[in-house]
């Protein structure tokens, strides 16, 4: 069984950046598209990014395009989100997730109900 942790997470003030980190375990995640989700308040669980399983392919949302980076090592069972120039909206909690399909391309930011196993979420706070 595929288990997912976040980490990274913490209080960054506007224009900074964090590192989020997605630790795998139970299972190697060569097999698997990786997704970033992120939850406001009040707010819809919201796709942020994907990478495919080898990493040649990315994807993101279209209002983070340029700020938000997705990456992978495979040989370290972790992916990666790079997230520059933080805004106060880019507060929520943020999770990884992990679809079970090596051919996925990610042509799109794949949608929540399409991913099999999910982590438990980091919370990002964007405040100065």
């Known amino acids: 069984q595929l288990q997912l942790v976040e980490s990274g997470g913490g209080l960054v003030q506007p224009g900074g950046s964090l590192r989020l980190s997605c630790a795998a375990s139970?299972?190697?995640?060569?097999?698997?598209?990786i997704g970033w989700f992120r939850q406001a308040p009040g707010k819809e669980r919201e796709g942020v990014s994907c990478?495919?399983?080898?990493?040649?392919?990315?994807n993101y949302a279209d209002s983070l395009k340029g700020r938000f980076t997705t990456s992978r090592d495979n040989a370290k069972n972790t992916v990666y989100l790079q997230m520059n120039m933080l805004k106060p909206e880019d507060t929520a909690v943020y999770y990884c997730a992990a679809l079970h399909d090596s051919f996925a391309s990610c042509s799109r930011v794949y949608v929540a109900y399409e991913y099999d196993y999910w982590g438990q979420g980091t919370q990002v706070t964007v405040s100065s």
């Open positions: 990478i495919s399983s080898s990493g040649s392919s990315t």
């Open positions: 139970g299972s190697t995640l060569d097999y698997y598209v």
